[in-house]
């Protein structure tokens, strides 16, 4: 493995240096900005949680097109992701100068009101050992169960979007926690039909390696032989490439994926990559070629966002870049229904506009993304197309995967709705006697 310092040996270690959401209408870059704008970021980051770091600010966003650049619209706070009533209420109390209590008690009333954990996963994905539940586990589909540390419930920058907004607000009955390995470890070897893991977050790779590898080298021992694939769910390869090449312990982490695999595991880096900006530069490629030194594979996958990749162009573009890096696209997802969705989410017709046009101008190599889907609570739900069945327009669909496997595969139909933005809003196509819906018995 080569010395993530480069051949003179000369440490180029560039450091992490964050910036909390309180702080970014302070940010120099903002100096000209009207005090209205300072305002609006001040407010709706008391309620969701933003973070921005040194890399996003020098290298992925464009000052000269702000407010408009997509990596400053993914990255920084704007007043239409808080429905208004919310964003009129804690702008009062903010402008007024609310006692901070005053203002706790209105951020966390209002951040309840917006499904802070989409899809039942408090509810229904969280499995039992000895009768007792698992915190900070998920088990949804038969053959993965997703770990989340305890220590890796942040990430070198936040997204706007992200789904998992409620495990960085700071309240402990919102957010996911797995304290230690050993639980998890009991229950995976309890359990031999799950093949695949998946360590996520927040980010997993925002911990050292060392206490990485305390989740990580404890599934490649006895009695977890039944795991094929350990993954990684990550943004550092956009947000901090640097974990991977001149962090102190990157060749710490380098080695754990070698490790991993000679033990027989396939390392699966689950890069998240939003748009092709972020595949840009010479730390990326960098990064990008010491992972797969190690024999670990990196997929691609992000949601469609309005205002930031909603355009096929960018897709398509975005596909041919990663292939071009040896990244295989994964999946394009539909914007989940939490936090800042009704800023972000496009409609599924236009998602499946938008995911065809991206496909027609690429190659079979780079036509390996999945989309749009849905990761809705029954399971991920992938829009194959439109047509038109004894005479009614209807959106043609299939569960890729599903708590019921019986699902998995099976076609059903839901009638076409130009206006709908995720599974809940769909009804089922006159035709169709199949139930479908959440609450309704299993395909069989």
Known sequence: ???????????????????????????????GAPERLRHEIAVVA?????????????????????PDDPMYRLTFPHRDMLPPGIFDRISGLIAGGAPREVLAEAVTAARRTLNPHPGGQLEENIPELGGRPVPGLQH???????LFPAQGQSCHAYCGYCFRWAQFVGEPDLRQSLPGPATALEYLRAHPEVSDVLITGGDPLIMSTDRLAGYVEPLLGPGTEHLRTIRLGTKALAWWPHRFTTDPDADALLGLFERAVAAGRQVAVM?????????????????????????????????????????PDVWARMWRDLVRLGIAPYYLF?????GASAYFEVPLARALEIYQGAVRQVSGLERTARGPVMSAGPGKVCLDGVAEIAGERVFVCRFLQAREPGRVGVPFFARYDERATWYDQLRPASF?????????????
């Open 1 to 31: 493995m080569r010395d993530g310092h480069g051949e003179t040996g000369v440490e180029r270690r560039p450091k992490l240096r964050a910036v909390p959401g309180h702080r970014l209408a302070g940010l120099p870059q903002l100096a």
């Open 46 to 66: 008391a309620v969701l949680p933003f973070k921005v770091n040194n890399h996003v600010l020098a290298e992925l966003i464009d000052w000269s097109r702000v």
């Open 140 to 146: 949804k589909y038969r053959e993965t169960v997703l």
């Open 271 to 311: 890069a998240h990559v939003s748009h092709p900006r972020e595949l840009a530069g010479a730390a990326v490629r960098a990064a990008v070629e010491r992972i797969r030194s190690t024999g670990a594979v990196i997929r691609a996958q992000a949601p469609l966002i309005r205002h930031v990749n909603d355009d």
């Open 334 to 338: 539909v914007e989940r229904d939490t």
């Open 432 to 444: 169709e006697r199949r139930p479908w819906f959440e609450g309704e018995p299993a395909l069989v």
